[in-house]
């Protein structure tokens, strides 16, 4: 039996291992987009370690639960400003989608500190 690989839950055409899963297991995201990408699949696979290793120090939770009976089903980003990879700041508008929510439209922001991009902060939309 032949078997296919799952889809990444960003929405890339990759495959999560050859996606979000290769930041998961350490790689650094080069942009603020594939970091956002990340951070939404691993709230889709229950990362919850990655979440708070890629949320700045300065603004992040001291821990973080994730509810597995969320069911999340698709992430759209709608725009980006900076967060390539020479820059040091950008951001990301996008709206998340979830089963029996209603979807969350934010405008996230990421700083790169020594070297690798982290979620600072967003704005609900």
């Not at 979830?98 to 609900?124: A, C, K, N, T």
Request: aromatic fraction near 10%; glycine fraction near 8%.
């Amino acid at each position: 039996m032949v078997t296919t690989p799952q889809p990444c839950p960003c929405g890339a055409l990759n495959s999560y291992d050859a996606c979000c899963g290769t930041f998961h297991s350490g790689a650094p995201a080069p942009t603020a987009e594939k970091l956002m990408r990340s951070r939404y699949s691993a709230f889709v696979v229950l990362a919850s370690d990655y979440l708070l290793d890629t949320w700045h120090p300065d603004t992040r939770p001291r821990r973080l639960r994730l509810d597995p009976d969320d069911q999340w089903t698709g992430l759209t980003i709608i725009s980006t400003t900076g967060g390539q990879l020479f820059d040091t700041e950008g951001t990301v508008e996008f709206t998340a989608h979830q089963r029996h929510h209603p979807p969350l439209h934010e405008i996230s922001r990421f700083i790169r500190v020594d070297g690798r991009w982290m979620y600072l902060d967003g704005v609900h939309r």
